[in-house]
């Protein structure tokens, strides 16, 4: 089993910026692609950003140029990086990772293996 655990998220006006992290535990042994999906209420979880074991990324086209995404040394903590930041990017945002693969292989995150509980991001106008 691995286990995710979030910081970060909260209260902040539009064009202000905050930064998540998540730091994997337990069974990591293979820890490979790691990152970030959001969820509105009623609406399904989609992939914000990602980033492999060898340091590839991939965001998508709603956060591109104002989202960076991080991996720490020892590749067990990942960081969302979010700046300018807009009404619509108000969700919750779920840490995941893919355990095995290819170490290069970031599209793996589109089928985590494990997710984290979820952090609130809200962004008033």
């Known amino acids: 089993q691995v286990q995710l655990t979030e910081f970060g998220g909260g209260l902040v006006q539009a064009g202000g910026s905050l930064r998540l992290s998540c730091a994997a535990s337990g069974n990591i042994v293979g820890l490979n692609a790691m990152g970030w999906y959001r969820q509105g209420l009623g609406n399904q979880r989609d992939l914000v950003a990602a980033i492999s074991r060898g340091g590839t990324t991939m965001y998508s086209d709603s956060v591109k140029g104002r989202f960076t995404i991080t991996r720490d040394n020892a590749k067990t903590t990942v960081y969302l990086q979010m700046d300018s930041l807009k009404p619509e990017d108000t969700d919750v945002y779920y840490c995941?990772?893919?355990?095995?693969?290819?170490?290069?292989?970031?599209?793996?995150?589109?089928?985590?293996?494990?997710w984290g509980q979820g952090t609130q991001v809200t962004v008033t106008s």
């Open positions: 995941a990772v893919r355990i095995g693969g290819f170490p290069d292989n970031v599209a793996a995150l589109t089928d985590p293996d494990y």
